[in-house]
DNA sequence: TTAGTTTTGGTCAAAGTGACTATAAGTAAG
DNA sequence: CTTACTTATAGTCACTTTGACCAAAACTAA
């Protein structure tokens, strides 16, 4: 893992230079939370490993390379912090506060992103990259529990947009398994077949002749999200 | 009127430098059409005086000093174009492609402002600085077409969530005028009465006692809007 | 076979929406 | 002064959506 933030050599030197430019990504995934079983948005941090706010946790992230667009700078980000490839990629805020970090100026441009818990489950953790449930984290470094927290709200409003939830389950799903992601995104109950008919009411979502077998009950029909992402400036032109 | 964006020194001495980071602002007002004579947005765009793109025409823009945020960069833009101080005033997208300009990579954080109409008519105009009907620009330097129909986009958007529409107008104004808001941005003529309806049963908006006199026909009575604007991270902590 | 649990389909009243009609209140023309 | 015209404002009615709730279907476990 390379050193976070973007430092110019000698700041000292140019009184006037730019503010630094660096990307950070937030990256949700579900896992079963350990008391409930239920599932839980949790997700990855590293662990500063040096100054400022050095041992604390943060967002991945990193200086913007010159050769790479904004969002693929974000993409590096998530693969090399987890090895992961994410199922929704879209742009946050930029966040350019004149004291985000006490040594230097930085303007961060700020990604969120989702990723899909059959890849989740085998995401790289180490001494410095850890796995952390969204509702409880420590006191991170930075901004970043500001950030973390606008990521949510967002996270909250697409998901009543409709679009997003289906990044965070595998291609394969029932209309329950959509239901706990909204429960668990949004921290409150859903009534079963009040959820279960608005969902049947859109036509992305496509039924499947499979069954979820293995369960203890009465086997759920499998469904399929046929919808394409948003339309972000960064994605409008793929049809 | 300085130059739009930040040329560093000597790109060719250093390969590696970042990118540079620059503010722009779309600005949005209302404005008579000079064929129907109802209102129609209009947003005010500068000349560029050097290359590239030099006698284009480009959105307000500059560099980032190093002293002030992005938003206060934004609305320096603003003040420093047309004299005038937004009602409204939120970043929009940071747009990093690495091909949108061809001298140099250029990281643009672009904000979009609304102006109330008792402002926008006297902003000042010059040979380098006008005003142009929204849906009738021609072709602009950069991705600022690009730029600016997203900024359309999003305030088709926020025009639907509802909170607004009354930056384009003045303090008090009549829920005709409202009207008349939403059918210029949204392109297409809304039921008067469904549309009234709507608009009192909204908390926010504010029977006053005075009605607007001088029309041709009965006076309309004067509304006041009393909401308080987004939560953007930036404008989350004024209460 | 029975109890328990989840899936799935349905009803019902309340609230919201779009199309439309009607009245109120002013100005302008004759 | 009266009438035509225009906009403001109120109300009706059918249709859709939403939340709360009930019930049958289909499976497992005992």
Not at 45 to 70: M, Q
Request: hydrophobic share 35%.
């Amino acid at each position: 893992m390379k050193g976070l933030y973007y430092s110019s050599a000698n700041v000292s030197e140019r009184q006037a230079a730019p503010p630094s430019l660096a990307i950070s990504t937030v990256i949700f995934a579900l896992r079963p939370s350990e008391s409930s079983g239920r599932p839980t948005l949790w997700l990855p941090l590293v662990r500063r490993i040096r100054e400022p706010f050095k041992g604390l946790w943060a967002l991945p992230g990193g200086p913007l390379s010159h050769s790479e667009s904004l969002q693929d700078a974000a993409a590096r980000n998530l693969r090399e912090t987890t090895g992961l490839a994410p199922s929704y990629l879209e742009q946050l805020y930029a966040f350019g506060g004149l004291h985000r970090s006490p040594t230097q100026r930085v303007v961060s441009i700020v990604y969120w992103a989702l990723v899909q818990p059959t890849e989740a489950a085998l995401a790289d953790e180490s001494e410095n990259v850890r796995w952390f449930r969204a509702d409880r984290l420590g006191g991170l470094a930075f901004d970043h529990n500001a950030i973390v927290d606008y990521a949510l709200w967002r996270l909250r409003n697409k998901l009543a947009y409709g679009s997003v939830a289906y990044h965070l389950l595998g291609e394969y799903f029932t209309l329950a398994q959509v239901r706990e992601v909204y429960e668990a995104v949004l921290d409150r109950e859903l009534d079963p077949a009040n959820f279960r008919r608005q969902l049947k009411a859109t036509p992305e979502i496509e039924e499947t002749g499979e069954f979820l077998q293995g369960g203890k009950h009465r086997p759920p029909r499998l469904y399929r999200y046929t919808g394409r992402p948003g339309l972000d400036p960064d994605n409008r032109s793929t049809p």
